[in-house]
């Protein structure tokens, strides 16, 4: 039954249940899992695991290693088992992120590109067992990832042991779509080949000594699905002024007619934003990006990308169902590659990407905070958008100018958390218009900030602040005994908006 | 006379006086300077362009970019005469600074490895006028650079025309230690070929087609020395802490006997802790830096360092006269590149490098800042730190615990202007330890910091701090409202010290 995908025979007497390979972990391992953004997530090991402890009641930790965020039924049951102890790179799950923000995960937060460079150099300490979701097992015993490569092939290649997931329910169809290449430690390094976004430089598989191979899983269940909120008037509205600039990019001779490789960020905003390219007059647009969501599908269907390389595929449910039905028709049109190379600032610098992240929050001198909310509490992480908008031709970051029922205004005059500094971010776009901050400097991008992107509630308070800061001099004008008042204020009164809080505050005497 | 250094017939016939150099640069002109950290400046045609303006009383003003600080009377009279509108990438002059910080100069902070993009890309408007400083102009007229490269190369490209500095005080012999590479524009461009720190990938001297070149000046002016104070006490035991560090990573088989490529930032305290490996036991060290300063050479002299690859060099006046009276015998262990390649992204994460930079200050939680004093106030800029910091194997930032008689402590609760994030901060080294913040959350850093880097009269302060913010919760527990109370305390008491700010206060009423 399951030759056509347990082809080495050796392996196919390997074969366990999902609660025998749970049954190999140990209190205090680290595991290495597949999963990036939901796609190709071990799912079944992790899952026995969280009941093998609810069953027998014992005190288990392990540290969690993934590529980036796993579907909420494992990421999610795992933090509520209490099982996890350190959690690294990336996460975006409610219940997980409930337990970090009370320090109960010892959360790591770091750029996608980097953690394959610390599993190498062993900073992050060993690790005990890799557990990899596959579509197939070849021949000579080399693991075909599913819908995401993410760190897989380095936790394979330094993991002592290897729990294959043999997941029945990817499509058999996404053999071929990999390009596992692996960079190899930094003495003796030798530049990474890759100079198009379509081109291969590695194997369509994960190579693996069989002996390595523990056991292997067969499950069928598919990824969770991504649950991208449908754009709306004013992602549209961003992804409009997107364009404009971009259409003067070209039109000033900086970009030719076809762009250059775009990458986006996960989730809904970057993705409308994508989307809006459907409407554009651009055409053979490439992706070089780490996510390819539901926008770069339907961007390929419409003919307007030439070519998508990617380090996992996240589609919502109704796109999923389309495209994995017919994916032979895509598969000369998309690579899917290790996150390490996906967003390794060599090809990212070289390819002179356009990338596309969001922000939470931004301040008047361009600074961006992607991660904390109120300067405190984790959201999700940093992912992959420092590696990009560090090393990209153009840092553009989205954002809608306000939140909350506009209580929260997302152009403040000092972030509560810096994870993208003035020196990355190129050009930040909200609904309200486009900041286009290069060779400004900090005065000169406060003024294009808050006139172009700024809600027009806030400008004033914004411009307020900001003349006050330069009355005190200095190259970024601050006033440091307000800088945070609009976060405090937020947090006191339920609301950033001085008139209201002001008011408020009256009514309440 | 000039014929051994000035080797082409047409070029011969285009020496020209400073002045009638000068008289060619009209208001509103964008200048490309060379000269980085002080070496192979531009000298003597900026400043009879600054003489003009204060004959003539005529308004002028002109776009100054350069590699990175000119010597102080070239960055200094320029400001002071008032004649420069932008200024980038870099600066590190008092007269200049204190024009920035008034906003007299509207000065761009910029990733050293940016600007040649930009000038490519177009971003930052053309290059009008390109100001080189050269040993030699060779037979076919291309120009060999003095003591630094930079962004000459890029500038000299890219100008619509161009002026040489022919300076005879610059010893001939540095012909021959330049490698200039052009990495060409993102589209379709090749990987940078370099694999190890002596490789040579480029040309002897800067092509430029000889119409191009409008005219040259003959000069005879040694670089601005540098004024590095040397190794004191803290210093010493901050690269002591740093090389049982690095003992320890070779002990543990993360490092190999002879390290990886060392980077060092400009400055007194960065100097004093390479200067630390002249004591150690490491032996054939490799140099991949921008700036090759006084220890470097010690550290060559002493055969400690097998090759040094660097972007200039400056050295202290003794120091000097020994290294270029004797120059021929470093230079099989010398190259200098544009700073596009020894700070690029692509070269520092291949080779794997160890970073090390200063930092002005560090919060809690890692955050770097290395710019701006107070938060608002430019001291020089970031420099290629956070090139460096981001891409390399190991991101160390060295500053003593504390400055002004222990009045600002270097480690605060939140620093007020991050240059370089959490994730990109390795390890912090002061005078009393160092912190391994490696695969460590944010809570897990804030206690390895105190109690490893902070001054001990400052650690009491700073764990009431975090010990608030913690019953607050959250990934990077803050107390919004006392976030910057160190930075006011100072402002207002002098001091960030709250036991002698309480006492000043009582004393007071």
Not at 114 to 122: I, N, P, S, Y
Request: proline share 4%; glycine share 8%.
């Amino acid at each position: 039954m399951f030759t056509k995908r347990l082809r080495n025979k050796l392996i196919q007497e390997r074969l366990v249940t999902a609660q025998e390979a749970a049954s190999w972990i140990q209190d205090g391992m680290t595991l290495g899992l597949s999963g990036f953004t939901q796609a190709g997530d071990a799912k079944a090991v992790p899952r026995a695991l969280v009941e093998r402890v609810k069953e027998t009641g014992e005190k288990l930790k392990v540290n969690v290693y993934t590529g980036a965020s796993l579907g909420s039924e494992v990421d999610g049951i795992m933090a509520e088992a209490g099982i996890i102890n350190r959690r690294l790179p990336f996460q975006a799950e409610k219940r997980m992120r409930s337990k970090i923000n009370n320090a109960d995960i010892t959360y790591v937060d770091q750029h996608l590109s980097h953690t394959a460079e610390m599993v190498r150099a062993g900073t992050i300490g060993a690790i005990d067992v890799a557990i990899v979701e596959a579509v197939a097992i070849t021949e000579d015993g080399s693991i075909i990832p599913t819908t995401s490569v993410g760190n897989s092939s380095i936790f394979v290649e330094y993991a002592k042991e290897v729990i294959v997931e043999l997941n029945m329910a990817q499509p058999l169809s996404l053999e071929g779509v990999h390009d596992v290449y692996d960079a190899g430690p930094q003495i003796e390094r030798q530049p990474i080949p890759l100079t198009s976004v379509e081109q291969r430089i590695g194997t369509p598989a994960i190579q693996v000594p069989l002996e390595k191979i523990k056991g292997v899983v067969v499950t069928e269940e598919k990824d969770t699905s991504s649950s991208i909120v449908q754009p709306d008037e004013e992602t549209a509205i961003m992804a409009g002024h997107l364009i404009e600039f971009l259409r003067g990019e070209v039109k000033a001779g900086r970009l030719p007619n076809t762009l250059a490789p775009l990458q986006s960020g996960i989730g809904s905003v970057a993705n409308a934003v994508f989307h809006g390219f459907l409407a554009s007059e651009f055409t053979d647009l490439e992706v070089y990006s780490e996510v390819l969501q539901d926008a770069v599908f339907d961007l390929l269907d419409a003919g307007k990308i030439r070519f998508a390389s990617g380090c996992s595929i996240i589609l919502s449910q109704e796109k999923g169902e389309r495209v994995f039905s017919n994916f032979e028709s895509y598969k000369d049109r998309l690579v899917l590659r290790p996150q390490e190379i996906s967003n390794h600032p060599e090809i990212i610098r070289r390819l002179g990407l356009i990338a596309i992240n969001t922000a939470l929050e931004v301040d008047i001198y361009g600074n961006v905070n992607s991660t904390h909310v109120m300067g405190t509490h984790m959201m999700n992480g940093i992912g992959g958008s420092g590696d990009f908008a560090r090393n990209a031709r153009l840092g553009i970051f989205v954002t809608k100018s306000i939140a909350k029922n506009g209580n929260i205004s997302s152009v403040v005059p000092f972030i509560s958390h810096v994870d993208h500094t003035e020196h990355d971010v190129d050009v930040i776009v909200t609904e309200q218009g486009i900041a286009d901050l290069r060779g400004l400097s900090p005065r000169e991008r406060a003024r294009a900030i808050i006139d172009n992107c700024a809600h027009p509630d806030y400008r004033p308070q914004l411009r307020a602040y900001f003349e006050e800061a330069c009355t005190r001099g200095g190259q970024t004008p601050h006033v440091m005994e307000k800088a945070f008042s609009w976060h405090i204020r937020y947090q006191q009164e339920g609301t950033m908006l001085e008139n209201i809080a002001t008011e408020k505050k009256a009514a309440h005497v």
